[in-house]
């Protein structure tokens, strides 16, 4: 039998605990039920905006961006979080829903640190969730950028397909390669580098433009970018934006056929997943051109 949403947004409003729920088998994970808790903290109303802009702007993009990806796995997970000078607990809980046609869901709950762990334990508990999250991520990084690696991108990526092709949506890849990037290793060794890989990943992942679009280095010099963006201008822009910041970056090659620093070229796809006659898999395949995972 389901629930009334008056009578849920009854119960909601009863809770103590700033609490929001999200859609997340849609674009953008809009939010579409909050509290009277929650509305108080964030300032303002946020139902329909997406999830990730709406945490970005409460808690900032680093955390935000680790927010998204345990949203992508699913997972429940535990984050703590500062928020006008008061220590909180974002929980995340992927709620169960008996009929799948009815959507996914997820909530988000701001606890309290003071209400929820005696202050003496506080500091142990935090590093366990750390600890508990660095485990989960061991499985999904790449090793030396700390970006998603290709498994972990190509589950995202098969997700977000789905969700874009029911919805009628369109998604953007963009394939970024570093120029000449042998010649650097030649150079400098494999330390330098991973270095170097290092600064041109993170340089991508700051420069992403929602905290729900995601990063990842499938292989050597390459790295990808999904954004639910569907306009092909403005991701080229973006793209374009990205190829400046790495360039920026400064970092010296005297063997670049290009410029006297790393530079990235790029590639930009905007696919209609609805209309698409490939599969997700067959995409991705295509678009990485025979790079090695």
């Not at 605990?17 to 509290?35: C, G, Y």
């Not at 992403?208 to 010099?221: F, I």
Request: proline share 3%; with cysteine.
């Amino acid at each position: 039998m389901s629930v009334d949403r008056n009578v849920l947004e009854q119960v909601l409003a009863e809770v103590a605990d700033p609490l929001l729920v999200v859609r997340t088998d849609q674009p953008d994970w809009p939010v579409v039920l909050t509290n009277a808790a929650f509305t108080r903290i964030a300032k303002q109303e946020t139902v329909g905006q997406p999830f990730a802009d709406v945490v970005e702007a409460l808690i900032g993009r680093e955390l935000a961006l680790e927010v998204s990806e345990s949203v992508r796995s699913r997972q429940e997970t535990s984050f703590p979080a500062e928020l006008h000078n008061r220590e909180y607990l974002l929980v995340l809980k992927p709620l169960e829903v008996a009929n799948v046609e009815a959507g996914h869901f997820c909530a988000a709950f701001w606890r309290s640190s003071a209400g929820t762990v005696a202050a003496d334990g506080a500091d142990l508990h935090h590093a366990l969730l750390k600890a508990k999250r660095r485990i989960r991520d061991l499985s999904r990084d790449d090793l030396v950028t700390g970006l998603l690696n290709a498994r972990a991108f190509r589950e995202i990526f098969e997700h977000d397909w789905a969700v874009a092709a029911r919805e009628k949506s369109r998604l953007s890849v963009v394939k970024f390669v570093l120029d000449d990037f042998q010649a650097y290793v030649d150079v400098f060794g494999r330390h330098a580098s991973d270095s170097c890989l290092r600064r041109a990943g993170q340089a991508i992942r700051r420069s992403l433009r929602r905290a729900s679009d995601v990063v990842s280095r499938p292989s050597g010099a390459c790295f990808l970018a999904l954004s639910h963006a569907s306009e092909e201008e403005g991701v080229r822009e973006f793209a374009a934006r990205i190829a400046t910041a790495v360039r920026e970056l400064g970092v010296h090659h005297p063997r670049s056929t290009t410029s006297r620093f790393v530079t990235v070229s790029y590639e930009v796809v905007v696919a209609d997943a609805a209309n698409e006659s490939r599969s997700a898999g067959r995409f991705l395949d295509e678009l990485l051109g025979g790079i090695a995972e």
